[in-house]
Every structure is written in structure tokens, then in C-alpha cells.
């Protein structure tokens, strides 16, 4: 029940009263229970409502507790000042996979609510956020929550953001966004710190932000937008100014925090378009809408066309799924433009789809998706990135996929992608993660001093080296204490050597994996141990070898099994012992066949996690 | 027609512990042996195999009345063999007999509750061979504590199987540490030798013969032949399915892939490994082979 108040759509949109701001924090900061309480407070939504809303999120969002993507709200708040102001509240995916999206919802923005655990104090995605929010020159308006809790340290944890961050803590709002203390002050503070949104006017050449997409079954593409300069409204004909695809306008709407259709949406507003779009790979995040006729000359600053980052084979277990794996991806791409997929094959696994992926996370969570909400069995195949190649004859090109490595003897070059981390970790552990750092090839270029407990390391890192494990293993050297944040920052010349794995002499091209050359000895016994320990043993000994070109760098052995049953033959015997035969090859139809040996799905897995399952 | 017939007695004095067949302690269903008669096809049968449980615990003659083959085996227990019953056997027209001692070992013997000791089973054997030029005798092989010396008593004919702990057997119920696989496989093949050595040659995966004694039911059944299965708990093979000629792979005489040209791949690639050799087209284990022969075989399924 809505105890009083109105709703978003009653309040005159005036510039002056609009807050357009974002919430965000590391992850378990809070960020999804202060928006919670916001929403409470300004009675946007009942408490019924919230907790659907909380049971509305992906099963694989909530396990992992981050966000993937939510939509904007808006709310109507009657502030101290006796005026109703128009809050939009709009959500950023939070992870640095999606950097880009997160830069561009944070562009449909004026300020950020930084949240900061109290006890936990500034953490990596801490400061990568921070550093999104003032690269998009927000006015960041920081919290610090979780302060009925024992381990607060409210002084230091300021002093923390001071330091590193670099933002005045002369007014901190002290909050508790579980219990619902002080956050009465963190709306005031919305209306008082953060500005209104600038504009050339209502009466100015339309220019809208494009800040995210969903796809509706019935209504094809709904755009979300915040609108920048003039006006927006149905039967309309609009243009997006980057991918230049035209389409009319059928509806206009805001949040609130439904979607609810409006005659029109004007400067400084944030709300929908429905057209006639129907491929979502049309709209692109990021993208100026303008209008057809009499449109803006310039788009708005920052867009640029998205490219994956992290690239992998996903193929069907078994082959007569393909066309479903095929449906699946499709499926979800309309949702999530942002991953790619195209037909491939291989000798080993069939047909299936070369995939690429913002990030680590974002491919996992493709992955993990295919298999949940589609019920798909897949294999899939090492991560890589992408690569560039010089040739001798001065041909540059780029390889996403080890089995398209050229000949070496043609290469002159290869450069491999280099990423710029922050890692955040408890003094003690700092020689561990120097060390692990090291062991991939990375390099720390300095150290920062966060407080009496943790340092910063800034360093550089190649993406390469991250993709498998690195991310378990910081967190096991720090007793699960660091955190990590990174951006990419350009290709660097590297040794780089495509390493082959062969099972029983027979190279099985699913496992082919980019390696440097220094790191290939090591990666190859890791990964033929993975291999032998994950194979069951055969009727003959499997030597699984790992080979640079003809050279071989690593061998492990799968002994073979000693003898399979000599049984007492009767009557019913033959019966029954083919149907022992049938069984037997049942329990072998879940694993891919290479040159006779039967490889289970738990070896592609153990390969690709780099360990080894016990 | 099925030429081959096998028929089932699941009548047994006790349950032995290993035992996971279909057999009962108890005693004859009356009118057992009468009923099989009354299902009986006119025959002629190129074999015939009575075995159990124990057939010699029912009176067999109206079917030794009724029924003839050039190769005819009963299943004997030592505690059944008597003077009168291998004279009534042999009257009515069995030629063969197999008999289950499965130890030379007292103690194991015990331990199976088989109710005799290995002297009184040789002495049975020996009264058996007075009447039956055609006999040969099961062993187990693998069973806990199990230890002795293969002693030659003139088998033509020695069947020698690995402990399989099934769970339905008293055995598999009591949880009980059986040898591991090197150990049984090389107690195996010091049994293959000593046989060798006494002229049976091993002509099946589990089955050793004097040359001409090789049990031709068997072999039948393992080549893919019709057989028609009577009584309780016996199945019968009749239209096989082609494909259980595969079988014949546990052989001597091999499996021919004439007519399982989609089978040579794989068999190809197992004489590579050293698992088989081939003469034509035909593949014949090779001593590591007969160790994992079935998994070879549900390669072909």
C-alpha cells in the first residue's frame, strides 16, 4: 500500500527538479538494499513489490551477487524545501566486463551515490567505479554504509576515500541501509548535491542517450534513453545517429517504476522508445537519437561500437543438438547484443559456434545461461583473446581462434592484448600476489598505501594470463581478502606459441591453446595431468602429450585397466551380458570419442579450470 | 528350428556364497521336470545343456527318455555323482559332464558351502571318467583366501571364471575384500600355463579343452546360434540379433567381419594397441585381449 506521495508521473517535469544519478560499490556493499530503501521511501514501490522484484532476478545474478542488468525507476520525492522532485535511478551492470555500459549509463547521469561498506572500507570495484564516475564527471556523493555494524571504522574508511579516491568527506552520510538509518539524509542529499540536468533546451534539436536495450517478444526492440536536448514523442520519426538505422516512434513511456506510456519525454528526462526495430543488434549503446526531420548535427560524445575481448568454441555435446545450441544463442542475444557467435567446426567436437565475450565473467555467464535456461549440455573449448598478427610480407591480421594460427616460420610478430589491474590486498599477502602476478607474466608498477592493513598494487598484466584461474588463486593467496579490478591497455609484442594437445598420438584440436613460450612446459604438464586424471583408463595405455609444432613438451600416461569381467555362462547369460555390452557403451554415449579414446565432459571442464578435480 | 537346447534347474541342497544365478535352496517343484517335457519341440537338437542350480536333484528320466544329440552335457555336483545316476545318464543318451568343483583348496570349499572336501570331489571325478570319457570340471578363481595347486585329474575339459561379486550373492552382501585384479589375472595365467601343460588349451575366454573336447553348446551360443532356453530362469536366443555374433570375438576361432564390415574400424585400431590380431577378416583376441575383451566388444554394441 502506498502510504502517500505520488507517483513519478505526477510531477512536473521541470529541469530543476530532476535528479538523474546512479548507485555504485563494490560488490556485498549494499548498493542493491539502499536502492531498495530508496525506492521504499519515496514509495515508488510497496515492500510486496519489492520482494517480487528481488524474486524476479537471475537466478545466476543473485548467486553471484552481482548485477547484470535492471531497469531504471523513477520515483517522486517531496523534499524538505516543500518541493516534489523527480528522481531517476538508473542501474549500472557493475562489473568491468561491461565497462562500456556502465560508462554509458553513468553518461545519463548527473551524480553517483558511492556506496562504501563501513567495515570492509575501499575495494577494487570501489575504485574502478570512482574512477567511471569521474571520467563521466559526475558529482559523487559518498556513503558509508553498513554502520550498525561492529567492525565500522567510519574515520578511517573516510579517510580511505579521501585519500584514494580523492573526494571530500567533510559531510559523510552515515548510513545503514539494512535497518534504514540515516537514509532520509542520503535523499536530501541526492536533491542538494547533485545537480540538475543541463541541457540546450527544450526547444533545441532533439539528442537522446541510448543507455540500454531489452527485447519484448511482441514489441520488438524498447530502447532506453535519456533524452538530452528537446523533446520526444510518439509518431515521431527518429534516426540513431551512429548506427544510422531509422525507425518511427509507436510509444513513449517513463518508469515508474513500470513501464508507463507518456505523450512525451522531454530534456532531462529518462524513459523508453517502442518503434519498429525488431534486431537488437541495431541499437547500439551509446547512441544519439535524433529526429529525422530537423535532427541535431552532432551526437552526443562517446560512442563507439563495442568489441569482444575474450573469444571461445562452444559445440553441443552431443551433434544432433546443434540446432539447439544454435536456437539458444540466438535467444539470449537478443537480450545481450554485446556477445558474438558464428558457425565453426571442429575435427574433434562437430559443429558449434566461435563465441566472443566482453570479458571472463560475461562468457561465463553466457555459458552458464545456455546450460540453465535451455537445459543445453555444451562443451566448451579453451578461452583465448585476440591476437595480432604481422607477417613477413607485411600483412597484419587478427586470430581469435588457435586453429587459424598461420605456419610460424610465415609470422614476423604477434602482440597480445595487456590489461591495467588494480589489486587491493591485505599487507600480508602482498609478497603472495606479487608473486602470482609475476607468475603470469604480469609486472607491478607501483604500490599504494590504502591503509594499516592493505595495500594497492597497480599493475599490468597480459589478458591472456587471466582468463584461466587467476582470479581463484588471488583470492585463495589472500585468504579471500583481495579484490581486482582491470581495464584494457593496448597489445604488446610477446612470444606467443600455439600449443597442441594429443591424445593417443592424434592431435585433438579442441584442446589447441595460445601460450607463451616460456609459460608452455608448465601450462602443458598442468594440462596433460588434467587430462590423464580426468580420462578413465582404457583397455591400452593413452600417452596424452603436449606439443609445440613437432616438438614435444609434456607427456603424462593413462595406464590401462587391468581386465573386465570373465563370467560363468548359463541360459540366460548371452542376454544378459549384451545387454551388460549395451550399458556399458550407454555410460560412454556423454563422452566425445577421439581416436578411441573416450574423453568425458569433466576433462574439458578440469583443462579449462586448469585444475584438477579430485 | 533353434539345434541347440539349454535347460534350466534352479533347484539347488544349499545357496552357494558366490552363486548370483538363478537358483533356489529348496527342493523340486513337483511336476517340474514334466512340464519342460510337455514344451519339449520335436527336435533334433545338435546339443543339449542341462545346468543349474543342480539338474541331478530332479529325477531327469522322462526327459533322457524323450530327448537325443550328438553332444549332451549335465551339470553335476560332487554330492550327486553315484554309480546309478551315471548309469541312468548314460543309458539315456548324455555324453558329457561338467562338474562344479570350483576349489582344490578344503578350507575355501568351507568358506563356499559346497559340502565336500577336494579329495571327495576327486574321488567323484574319477567315478564320473569310469563312465564319461567327456568330462571336465568349473573353477573359480579370485575368491578370498583362496590357495592351491592345480592338481590333473584328466580333465578334458576345465572352465575357469573370475569371482564376480554380484550384490545379490551372499558373498556381495557380507562386503567382504576380494583379490585384487593383477593378483586374479596372474593367478589366471598360471592356471592357463599348468593346462597348457597338461594339453588343454584354452579355446575360449574362460573355457580350456583337449583338442576335440571343446563344448560345442557353448561355442554355439557364443558364435550367434539360435538356442532355445526351458525352465525357470533360462532365456532362449531364438532370432538373434546378428549382431551377438560379435561374441564369437571371445573365441579362438575369432570373429569374422564379412558381414561386419562397420566393425573393422575399431577392431583395426585394437590390433594396433596390441589387443588383437587379424587373418583376413577375421580378429582374434591376443592373450592381453582376453582381459578386457568385453570392453572391446561394447565398442561394437
Redesign the interface.
Known amino acids: 500500500m502506498r502510504r502517500g506521495g505520488g507517483s513519478a508521473e505526477q510531477v512536473m517535469a521541470t529541469l530543476e527538479n530532476i535528479r538523474n544519478f546512479c548507485i555504485i560499490a563494490h560488490v556485498d556493499h549494499g548498493k542493491t538494499t539502499l536502492s531498495d530503501r530508496i525506492l521504499e521511501l519515496t514509495h515508488a514501490v510497496s515492500q510486496r513489490e519489492l520482494k517480487e522484484q528481488t524474486l524476479d532476478a537471475m537466478d545466476l545474478e543473485r548467486e553471484r551477487g552481482i548485477t547484470i542488468k535492471s531497469h531504471p525507476v523513477s520515483m517522486e520525492y517531496e523534499a524538505k524545501d516543500g518541493k516534489k522532485y523527480l528522481f531517476n535511478l538508473l542501474d549500472t551492470p557493475g562489473h568491468v566486463d561491461f565497462a562500456y555500459e556502465v560508462s554509458r549509463s553513468m553518461g545519463a547521469c548527473e551524480g553517483a551515490l558511492l556506496v562504501v561498506d563501513a567495515a570492509q572500507g575501499v575495494e577494487a570495484q570501489t575504485v574502478a567505479n570512482t574512477y567511471f564516475a569521474q571520467d563521466a564527471k559526475l558529482e559523487i556523493v559518498p556513503v558509508l554504509n553498513k554502520v550498525d555494524l561492529p567492525g565500522a571504522n567510519v574515520p578511517e574508511v573516510s579517510r580511505e576515500i579521501e585519500d584514494i579516491l580523492a573526494i571530500p568527506m567533510d559531510d559523510p552520510l552515515l548510513v545503514s541501509a539494512k535497518t534504514g538509518q540515516g537514509c532520509e539524509a542520503v535523499l536530501e542529499a541526492i536533491v542538494q548535491r547533485i545537480p540538475p540536468p543541463e541541457t540546450r533546451g527544450i526547444d533545441a534539436p532533439l539528442r537522446a542517450l541510448v543507455f540500454d536495450s531489452v527485447f519484448d517478444e511482441f514489441r520488438g526492440v524498447i530502447t532506453y534513453v535519456r533524452v538530452v536536448d528537446g523533446s520526444l514523442k510518439a509518431g515521431q520519426s527518429v534516426v540513431f545517429m551512429g548506427s544510422r538505422v531509422t525507425t518511427a516512434v509507436h510509444e513513449v513511456g517513463i518508469f515508474s517504476p513500470n513501464k508507463k506510456p507518456v505523450e512525451k519525454l522531454e530534456a532531462g528526462q529518462v524513459g523508453y522508445i517502442v518503434g519498429t526495430v525488431k534486431d537488437p543488434s541495431e541499437i547500439k549503446i551509446g547512441d544519439t537519437v535524433t529526429t529525422a526531420k530537423l535532427g541535431a548535427d552532432d551526437p552526443l560524445p562517446g560512442f563507439h561500437d563495442i568489441h569482444p575481448t575474450v573469444f571461445c568454441g562452444i559445440y553441443p555435446m552431443s551433434t544432433d543438438e546443434f540446432q539447439k545450441v544454435e536456437q539458444g544463442l540466438e535467444k539470449l542475444h537478443l537480450n545481450d547484443s554485446a556477445f558474438t557467435f558464428h558457425h565453426e567446426s571442429s575435427l574433434a567436437l562437430g559443429f558449434g559456434f566461435r563465441c566472443g565475450f566482453l570479458g571472463l565473467l560475461h562468457m561465463e555467464i553466457v555459458q552458464e545461461r545456455l546450460r540453465r535456461e535451455f537445459g543445453l549440455d555444451i562443451i566448451t573449448t579453451s578461452p583465448g583473446v585476440i591476437y595480432k598478427l604481422k607477417m613477413k610480407d607485411g600483412e597484419e591480421r587478427e586470430l581469435d581462434n588457435p586453429l587459424q594460427m598461420p605456419d610460424p616460420s610465415a609470422l614476423e610478430t604477434i602482440s597480445e592484448p595487456i590489461l591495467k589491474a588494480r589489486i587491493i590486498t591485505p599487507s600480508e599477502s602482498i609478497g603472495d600476489v606479487m608473486r602470482i602476478v609475476m607468475d603470469r607474466r604480469g609486472f607491478v608498477e607501483g604500490t599504494e598505501t590504502i591503509d594499516q592493513k592493505r595495500v594497492m598494487l597497480h599493475c599490468k598484466l597480459p589478458l591472456n594470463e587471466i582468463l584461466i584461474d587467476f582470479h581463484d588463486t588471488l583470492k585463495s593467496v589472500s585468504h579471500g581478502y583481495a579484490s581486482m579490478d582491470y581495464e584494457p591497455a593496448g597489445y604488446q609484442v610477446s612470444d606467443i606459441v600455439k600449443m597442441d594437445i594429443l591424445l593417443n598420438g592424434e592431435t585433438v584440436d579442441a584442446f589447441a591453446t595460445m601460450v607463451h613460450r616460456d609459460k608452455a612446459r608448465s601450462r602443458g604438464i598442468q594440462m596433460c595431468k588434467a587430462l590423464s586424471e580426468a580420462i578413465p583408463p582404457h583397455q591400452f595405455k593413452i600417452p596424452v602429450q603436449a606439443a609445440i609444432g613437432k616438438e614435444i613438451i609434456a607427456r603424462e600416461d593413462i595406464r590401462p585397466f587391468r581386465k573386465d569381467v570373465l563370467a560363468k555362462l548359463y541360459g540366460g547369460d548371452v542376454t544378459r551380458k549384451m545387454k551388460v555390452l549395451e550399458k556399458q557403451k550407454r555410460g560412454k554415449a556423454r563422452m566425445k570419442e577421439f581416436g578411441h579414446v573416450n574423453v568425458p565432459q569433466s576433462a574439458f571442464i578440469a583443462v579449462l579450470k586448469g585444475t584438477i578435480k579430485e | 528350428m533353434a539345434e541347440n537346447l539349454?535347460?534350466?534347474f534352479p533347484f539347488c541342497r544349499r545357496k552357494c556364497t558366490y552363486c548370483a544365478?538363478?537358483s533356489k535352496a529348496m527342493r523340486p517343484t513337483p511336476g517340474y521336470v514334466e512340464n519342460i517335457v510337455r514344451q519339449l519341440p520335436p527336435g533334433p537338437f545338435k546339443t543339449i545343456?542341462f545346468?543349474g542350480g543342480t539338474p541331478a536333484l530332479c529325477d531327469l528320466s522322462p526327459l533322457l527318455d524323450r530327448l537325443e544329440a550328438p553332444e549332451w552335457t549335465v551339470e553335476l555336483h560332487p554330492l550327486d555323482v553315484r554309480r546309478e545316476l551315471l548309469e541312468t545318464l548314460k543309458a539315456g543318451g548324455v555324453n558329457r559332464i561338467s562338474m562344479g568343483v570350483q576349489s582344490f583348496s578344503d578350507a575355501t570349499l568351507k568358506d563356499m558351502g559346497r559340502g565336500y572336501t577336494a579329495a571327495q570331489a576327486h574321488r567323484a571325478f574319477d567315478l564320473i571318467r569310469e563312465y564319461f570319457d567327456n568330462a571336465g570340471i568349473?573353477l573359480i578363481v579370485g575368491y578370498p583366501g583362496d590357495k592351491w595347486e592345480l592338481e590333473d585329474w584328466g580333465f578334458k575339459h576345465v572352465?575357469?571364471?573370475?569371482l564376480?561379486l554380484e550384490p545379490e550373492s551372499i558373498l556381495g552382501r557380507q562386503s567382504r575384500a576380494i583379490p585384487g585384479?593383477?593378483e586374479?589375472?596372474d593367478r589366471?595365467r598360471e592356471i592357463a600355463e599348468a593346462l597348457d601343460r597338461m594339453g588343454l588349451r584354452r579355446y575360449e575366454?574362460?573355457s580350456y579343452a583337449k583338442e576335440g573336447f571343446e563344448c560345442r553348446h557353448?561355442l554355439a551360443?557364443?558364435r550367434g546360434e539360435d538356442?532355445l532356453?526351458l525352465?525357470d530362469?533360462?532365456?532362449?536366443?531364438l532370432d538373434r540379433?546378428p549382431r551377438?555374433k560379435m561374441?564369437s570375438l571371445r573365441t579362438r576361432y575369432g570373429l569374422d567381419t564379412s558381414a561386419f564390415p562397420q566393425w573393422r574400424e575399431?577392431l583395426d585400431?585394437?590390433v594396433r594397441?596390441?589387443?588383437l590380431t587379424k587373418t583376413g577378416l577375421v580378429y582374434r583376441l591376443t592373450s592381453r585381449g582376453t582381459?578386457?575383451?568385453?570392453?572391446?566388444?561394447?565398442?561394437l554394441?
Open positions: 539349454y535347460i534350466h544365478l538363478p545343456y545346468g568349473d572352465s575357469v571364471y573370475s564376480i585384479d593383477d586374479t589375472l589366471i575366454i574362460s557353448n551360443v557364443w538356442y532356453g525352465g530362469g533360462a532365456e532362449s536366443g540379433d551377438e561374441l575399431t585400431f585394437h594397441e596390441g589387443l582381459e578386457v575383451c568385453d570392453s572391446i566388444l561394447a565398442e554394441v
